[in-house]
């Protein structure tokens, strides 16, 4: 149950930590879980574009991953933050649907799908150079890509990068070295 | 790119109203009939799946044929005459179709038992016995047998009930 400390504040005016807590109370689930969604479905939904691309995929994913949390946030123990312990269940449903789309498709066939997808899809405008960027970081392997975009796009610190994918902060240091230098030299490649 | 440049911002665009109406889509999606996925029953039996149970039938019935077609000659059956009544003195041995269904049983059971591995099935039970909130990896290890079609998870308020393992 939540502390009594917290049980007469606004639910808009809790902290991440308190409203995970208020999740326990039955009276209050359903507008604890309203604000969780309208804190955090803007972030979920770029997350997942990015790494998805198209929009339908990213709303599905979105969704899903607000599905999850709503079954599983009794179980949420406060090791983590809670927008860390949403972000990644957000990734691993993008991931899961990335999955699903091309079981069997190895990543230069898929790089080259997704890059097309950034030229043609729908929902996808910016200028030469954020095209060329995307489709640069489509061509890395999986988890430099999404060290990438939480570093570079969402600005996440390297601890709450870590919080998320569960990799050391040496291991990411060095996704996000490799990934920068590689996205740099395919940058100037194609220029 | 680094933090010294200028940011490129990423080029994809939220469709318009899509951010107004996202809370109402979801509501309508959580609120629609269940798939199997959410469903939540299940019993502890173990069932056959129909599969294994048609492929089975399928065999009975060409052994079967085959062995009426192919009767050795000494054994033809006379139909004009009317058949006197046997009795068995030795139990009649399982034929191979009979062999055939037993040995898919066990082959379906095996396969069930080499899934689950002994931390699981123990880390479940548990979970199932005590009714009391399950650990992440409890529930991670059911969510991991669930989507691979194994279980199906009665699951209210995030802890599960009963688990029903799936043929």
Sequence with gaps: ?191 | MEDNHDKIPSPFETPAGYMDGFEAKLAARMAAPVNRKGELKVVHKRRFRTEYVAVAAAVVAILVTAWFVFLPKNSKIEIAKTPKPVKLETPLAPTPAIQDTVQLQKTETAVLESVLDEADKKTIATAVNSKRAQTPQEITIAQELEEDGLIVMDVEDGLFDEIEILP
């Design chain 1, 1 to 191: 149950m939540a502390p009594e400390s917290i049980k007469n504040i606004a639910i808009p005016n809790l902290t991440d930590a308190e409203l995970a807590a208020t999740f326990a109370d039955p009276g209050r689930r359903q507008a604890v879980f309203g604000e969780i969604v309208s804190r955090f479905k803007e972030r979920v939904y770029n997350h997942v574009r990015r790494i998805l691309i198209d929009h339908d995929d990213a709303d599905d994913a979105a969704q899903n991953t607000f599905i999850r949390v709503w079954e599983n946030l009794a179980t949420f123990r406060g090791d983590s933050a809670l927008f860390s312990w949403i972000y990644r269940i957000a990734t691993n449903e993008a991931l899961a649907q990335l999955r699903k789309k091309r079981p069997n498709v190895d990543l230069e066939t898929a790089s080259k799908e997704m890059a097309n997808m950034v030229d043609s899809g729908p929902y996808i405008s910016g200028d030469e150079i954020q095209r060329k960027l995307q489709k640069a970081i489509v061509t890395l392997p999986e988890k430099q890509r999404l060290v990438f975009h939480m570093k570079y796009f969402d600005e996440l610190s390297y601890e709450q990068i870590g919080e998320i994918t569960g990799t050391s902060i040496g291991a990411l240091k060095a996704s996000y070295f490799h990934a920068v230098h590689k996205i740099e030299e395919i940058i100037k490649r194609n220029i």
